[in-house]
């Protein structure tokens, strides 16, 4: 089984126009960057209240949501 952390993926939302939004989570906590491009910071809860509607059936063929793994760092 495959185990990834919250801070290892970055999350999308893309609807059905086209347009994208992108949620990470870094060491400060979550960020979502809109489809313009504006960067705000927000909670866990604030985060889940995003992701979750887009997971109901009412969203389906409205929303995608796609996780995708962050490139891991040479370090």
Do not use: A
């Not at 909670?43 to 796609?66: D, N």
Request: aromatic share 10%; hydrophobic share 30%; charged share 35%.
């Amino acid at each position: 089984m495959l185990i990834m952390k919250n801070d290892e993926c970055v999350i999308y939302f893309v609807m059905k126009s086209g347009k994208k939004q992108v949620y990470k989570k870094d060491k400060f906590g979550w960020t979502q960057k809109s489809t313009r491009g504006i960067v705000r910071r927000m909670t866990s809860e604030q985060f889940l209240s995003h992701l979750l509607p887009g997971l109901t059936k009412e969203y389906k063929g409205k929303v995608e949501i796609i996780v995708k793994r962050k490139p891991k760092r040479c370090t």
